[in-house]
C-alpha cells in the first residue's frame, strides 16, 4: 500500500517559516532553552505521572486505578499517533523549506506528521488531568509550550502539532474512564498486601 504523500508547505508553510525567522532573531539563551526543552520535556509529564501515583498510594483504589491507568493510556496515544505517522509521508518543513531552524533536521524517512511530541504531551495532560487536577493544570500548559516548540526548533508544521494534540486528546480522553474497571483489581491486591499485616497484629 502506497502512503498518502502529504504537502504541508501549502498547508501552513508561511507560518512556519514566520515562526522559524522569529527563532534565528531570538537571543541565543532563549533557543538553547527552547532546544533543552523539546528535546527533554516529556520527562516532565513522566515525573508529573509519578507525583501522582505517589499520592495516590495514601488515596483511594480509584485513584490508584487512575494513576497506574495514566502511563497505558499515553502509551495507546502514541502507538495511534504513530500509525496514522505510516501513512502519510509529509517530509519535515526543514527539508522542504530549506530554512535555517535551530535543531538540526531528522533523517529523509523519519515523517513529520502529525507530532509524536504533541501527541504524547496532550494524552498525558489528559491522563494527569483525570488523576489529579492540579497537576493538570501544570501539564497542560507545558504541553502547549511542547508543541509550540517543535515549531520552533524546525522540527514541524503548525499543522503537524495540531494533529498531534488532537490524536492525544481523541484517544486518552475515551480511555482514562475505563479505570474504574481497574478498581476492584487495585482494591484486592491493597487487600491481599495489607492481610499479612493486619494478621501479623
Known sequence: MSNLALGGASIDGGLYTWVTDLAQRAPHAVNVLVSYGTDHGLFL???????????????????MA?????????????LANDTVKSLFDEARPCRTLH???VALCPGV???????????????????????????GRIAVPATLLMAFSRIWVGAH???????????????????MPLARHATPAVARLRTTRLRPLVAAR
Do not use: Q
Not at 511530541?117 to 494527569?128: G, K, P, Q, S
Not at 488531568?129 to 492540579?134: D, E, K, L, Q
Open 45 to 63: 509529564f513522566a515525573i508529573l505521572m509519578l507525583i501522582c501515583w505517589w499520592r495516590a498510594r495514601s488515596g483511594t483504589a480509584a485513584e
Open 66 to 78: 487512575r494513576a497506574l491507568v495514566g502511563p497505558l493510556v499515553v502509551t495507546v496515544a502514541y
Open 99 to 101: 530554512t535555517v531552524t
Open 109 to 135: 524517512t523519519d515523517w513529520s506528521f502529525p507530532s509524536n511530541h504533541a501527541a504524547i504531551a496532550a494524552a498525558a495532560a489528559v491522563a494527569l488531568i483525570g488523576c489529579a487536577p492540579r497537576l
Open 157 to 175: 508544521y503548525p499543522h503537524d502539532v495540531l494533529a498531534g494534540l488532537a490524536i492525544g486528546v481523541v484517544v486518552a480522553r475515551p480511555l
